[in-house]
């Protein structure tokens, strides 16, 4: 952490008795309990959203954010140096715990309060999916593209055999993802109205916590932003069968628990499938591998298996959910 967190604490009703930096977080032992003070940069935008969703929840008195101490002046956060640092109680971690359920029910708990309807006319409905798919192939072009300028090599690197065999994968998921928006994106458009809640933005067990009263609650509030409920869903899901990388695992009750609490609209899980089925992730990771060396080329290439070995694992996943037998043409 980089501010001085003597300093910091002292703005605080609290009397710190040890305290355990680590990277973003301090442990802070005190007399009135125990404490985590986080460190974060966040920008005009994001601050004003943050400390929105704060109030918001403070007001709404849900059990599913951590509640952030005010400081000794009744501000949310201190500013130092430009980084943002706030105060809440310590948690339990989540992160391993394998409480999917819980993690799902929490989520749905959160979109649920709110929730309201945006009306979105006929041709914005056709002009936001055109740029959408626009997008979405011309970075499928991008992915073949580099298939080919691998292909006119005379020898492979171990990173460059990787994505080769696995490019044909990708290229049918993507062709999956686009099949899923467009049997979403027909039946929403019917309705003519698309419903929009405070995302989290980075739901997953390494942003949840139990705490005393064994509620669980989300921590990590700096991302938030309005948007359709499902982009959150599937981000929560990744990240949980990620955790599961390695074990037998069928996670179409984790999305039955969302909807018991969150009544899914139909239509909603296609889009959720669209989304889950995207190759979208692999792209920021291909640009950050162009500047692989030689002694890093291993790593990267475990991690691009990494990641396609996820993706396999959701597509197996997925062919076990009801409704899920149709597909694309190749």
């Known amino acids: ?139 499928l072009l991008e992915l073949e593209a580099y298939a080919d300028s691998i292909e006119k090599k005379r020898y492979y690197s171990p990173f460059e055999l990787a994505f080769l065999m696995h490019f044909p994968f990708l290229y049918h998921l993507h062709k999956d993802s686009l099949y899923w928006y467009d049997q979403w994106e027909r039946k929403a458009a019917e309705k003519e109205k698309i419903r929009i809640v405070r995302c989290h933005g980075r739901p997953s067990p390494d942003h949840l916590v139990i705490d005393e009263f064994s509620n669980y609650r989300f921590i990590n509030l700096e991302y938030t932003a309005d948007g359709h409920p499902l982009y959150d869903a599937a981000y929560l899901y990744r990240s949980c069968l990620k955790e599961r990388m390695w074990e037998p695992v069928q996670a179409y009750p984790w999305i039955k628990t969302y909807d018991y609490h969150f009544l899914l609209k139909p239509g909603d899980e296609d889009l959720l499938k669209s989304h889950l089925l995207s190759e979208a992730n692999i792209y920021p990771f291909l640009k950050q591998s162009s500047s692989r060396t030689l002694e890093n080329e291993p790593a990267f290439t475990f991690q691009l298996e990494e990641r396609i070995w996820l993706m396999e694992k959701i597509k197996e996943d997925l062919a076990t959910w009801p409704g899920s037998s149709k597909k694309t043409e190749d």
Not at 64 to 77: A, I, Q, S
């Open 1 to 139: 952490m980089k501010g001085n967190l003597e300093s910091i604490l002292q703005r605080y009703p609290l009397h710190p008795l040890r305290v355990q930096p680590f990277n973003k977080v301090a442990r802070v032992e005190t007399a009135e309990g125990i404490f985590a003070l986080k460190e974060t940069q966040l920008n005009k935008e994001q601050a004003e959203r943050f400390l929105q969703t704060l109030r918001f929840f403070e007001k709404q008195q849900m059990k599913t954010v951590v509640p952030v101490l005010r400081n000794n002046y009744g501000d949310w956060c201190c500013i130092e140096d430009h980084y943002m640092y706030y105060v809440t109680p310590w948690g339990k971690e989540c992160s391993g715990l394998r409480r999917e359920s819980e993690f799902f029910k929490a989520l749905a708990i959160f979109h649920r309060s709110t929730e309201y309807k945006e009306t979105i006319p006929e041709n914005v409905w056709k002009e936001q999916g055109e740029l959408l798919k626009k997008k979405r192939d011309q970075q």
